[in-house]
T-cell receptor
Framework: AQTVTQSQPEMSVQEAETVTLSCTYD???????LFWYKQPPSRQMILVIR??????QNATENRFSVNFQKAAKSFSLKISDSQLGDAAMYFC????????????FGSGTKLNVKP | GAVVSQHPSWVICKSGTSVKIECRSL??????MFWYRQFPKQSLMLMAT?????????EQGVEKDKFLINHASLTLSTLTVTSAHPEDSSFYIC????????????FGQGTRLTVV
């Protein structure tokens, strides 16, 4: 079974600075998808960034980028120029490419942004 | 991104009654819908996955007879909590995915269920 682990329950960052959230996963599959989702206080889940395992290039979306290390099964999220609106719970997620029904989330990291 | 509408956003029911939660994909056909349960300050626990026209696949430890899932069309899935008890009180979230639309899933707003 696939498991997703986020070892940082809570992180804090100063506004305009950079923060990195960690995620590791365990799988025996070679092809899969990884995601970072954001859950603000409204509890609406929002996709931040997506990475296909077959792609070596790290995904980027404006201020958000990932460091995908397939061999190490690591998938960290870097937020640059942090903004107050970035404060939220961040969840790392795994989806199997062989069985689309398998879509699992990590335990989450609460990000605080200090003004 | 695509829109998923979940209804109701909150519901209070008496112990022993049943509650139905709807999840609709508004602008795409959802071949797969996921139902999650989220406890306060915790992660999303996958309860079951449903594919249109097929029986739902439940995760280990989730009672099939308690949490009835129906995916009757490509735009609608429902979760019915039968004979609800206070321990069923939680935040329930659905998400929908289309294989034609890519790998990501789109989430509903969630439903806060309180059983009194």
């Amino acid at each position: 079974a696939q498991t997703v682990t986020q070892s940082q329950p809570e992180m804090s960052v100063q506004e305009a600075e950079t923060v990195t959230l960690s995620c590791t996963y365990d799988t025996s599959e070679s092809d899969y998808y990884l995601f970072w989702y954001k859950q603000p206080p409204s509890r609406q889940m929002i996709l931040v960034i997506r990475q296909e395992a077959y792609k070596q290039q790290n995904a980027t979306e404006n201020r958000f980028s990932v460091n995908f290390q397939k061999a190490a099964k690591s998938f960290s999220l870097k937020i640059s120029d942090s903004q107050l609106g970035d404060a939220a719970m961040y969840f790392c997620a795994y989806r199997s490419q062989y069985n689309f029904n398998k879509f699992y989330f990590g335990s989450g990291t609460k990000l605080n942004v200090k003004p | 991104g695509a829109v998923v509408s979940q209804h109701p956003s909150w519901v209070i029911c008496k112990s022993g009654t049943s509650v139905k939660i709807e999840c609709r994909s508004l602008d795409f056909q959802a071949t797969t819908m996921f139902w999650y349960r989220q406890f306060p300050k915790q992660s999303l626990m996958l309860m079951a996955t449903s594919n249109e026209g097929s029986k739902a696949t439940y995760e280990q430890g989730v009672e099939k007879d308690k949490f009835l899932i129906n995916h009757a069309s490509l735009t609608l899935s429902t979760l019915t909590v039968t004979s609800a008890h206070p321990e069923d009180s939680s935040f329930y979230i659905c998400s929908a995915a289309s294989e034609q639309g890519g790998s990501e899933a789109f989430f509903g707003q969630g439903t806060r269920l309180t059983v009194v």
